[in-house]
C-alpha cells in the first residue's frame, strides 16, 4: 500500500507555515484554510501542524502577523495630511495583496501587537496633527473602516468585472425612471473601483478633519 510522504516537522518554521497559510488564503479564500488542507499543501501531517498552533484561530493570528510583516516602510515625511494619506494608501495596497484578510478581519478583531503598530502610527499622527485623544481614536477608526469597506466592496482583482457588470446594469435601466444614473452610467461604472475613487474619498475624509481642527482652533 502507497503511504504518503510527509515532510519532518524540523524542515518547518512557524513563519513558512503561516506563509503558506496566507497564500492559501489568498488564492482561495477563508473557507479553503483548514489544517488538514493546508497540510496537504505543505506536505505534511495534519497532527504536524497541531505542534505550531494548537488551533485555527492561533494559526489566523499568525497569517495577520506575516501579511503585516509585508507592510511597506513608512515615512514621517510632511504634513500630517500627507502622512495619513500615505499610511492609507500604504493599508489599501497591502490588503489588495492579501484580500482573504478582508474576511479575517470580518470574522474577528485583529488585536496582535504587529497589527496595532498601524494603528500607533496613525495616532500618532493625529495627536501630533493637534487631535486630542478621543477625536484622534475616532478619526481613526474611521479612516480604518473607509481603507477595509472599500478594499472589501471594490477589490482590484475584480474592478474590469464591477465596471462591466455596472455598465450593464445602467444599461437594462428606462432612462426616463432613472435619469441620474443613465445620464452618468460610464462615471457611475469607473467609480466601481480603483485608487482613484479610493483616493477621492480619503481626500475627502481628510478635508473633513482638517476643518474639525479649525473649528477647534488646533490647527
Not at 499568525?62 to 507592510?71: H, K, S, T
Not at 504634513?79 to 492609507?88: A, G, K, S, V
Not at 501587537?113 to 486630542?132: K, Y
Amino acid at each position: 500500500m502507497a503511504t504518503t510522504q510527509t515532510r519532518p516537522r524540523a524542515s518547518l518554521s512557524p513563519e513558512q507555515v503561516a506563509s503558506a497559510a496566507l497564500e492559501l488564503l489568498d488564492r482561495e479564500g477563508l473557507d479553503a484554510l483548514s489544517m488538514r488542507r493546508l497540510a496537504g499543501e505543505l506536505g505534511v501531517g495534519t497532527m504536524t501542524l497541531y505542534g505550531y498552533f494548537r488551533s485555527k484561530d492561533e494559526l489566523l493570528d499568525a497569517v495577520v502577523d506575516a501579511a503585516v510583516a509585508e507592510r511597506e516602510p513608512f515615512s514621517s515625511d510632511g504634513t500630517w495630511q500627507e502622512q495619513i494619506r500615505r499610511l492609507m494608501q500604504g493599508s489599501r495596497r497591502n490588503l489588495s495583496r492579501h484580500p482573504g484578510l478582508v474576511k479575517v478581519r470580518a470574522d474577528r478583531p485583529v488585536l496582535r501587537p504587529e497589527a496595532l503598530r498601524f494603528a500607533e502610527t496613525g495616532m500618532t499622527i493625529l495627536r501630533r496633527a493637534g487631535f486630542d485623544r478621543t477625536d484622534a481614536a475616532r478619526a481613526f477608526r474611521l479612516l480604518f473602516t473607509y481603507v477595509f469597506g472599500y478594499v472589501s466592496f471594490s477589490p482590484d482583482e475584480r474592478a474590469d468585472q464591477a465596471r462591466r457588470d455596472a455598465r450593464a446594469a445602467t444599461a437594462a435601466l428606462p432612462p426616463d425612471e432613472y435619469p441620474s444614473v443613465h445620464e452618468a452610467s460610464a462615471e457611475l461604472a469607473e467609480a466601481m473601483a480603483g485608487h482613484e475613487t479610493f483616493d477621492f474619498g480619503l481626500d475627502r475624509i481628510i478635508d473633513g478633519l482638517e476643518a474639525r481642527l479649525r473649528v477647534a482652533g488646533r490647527a
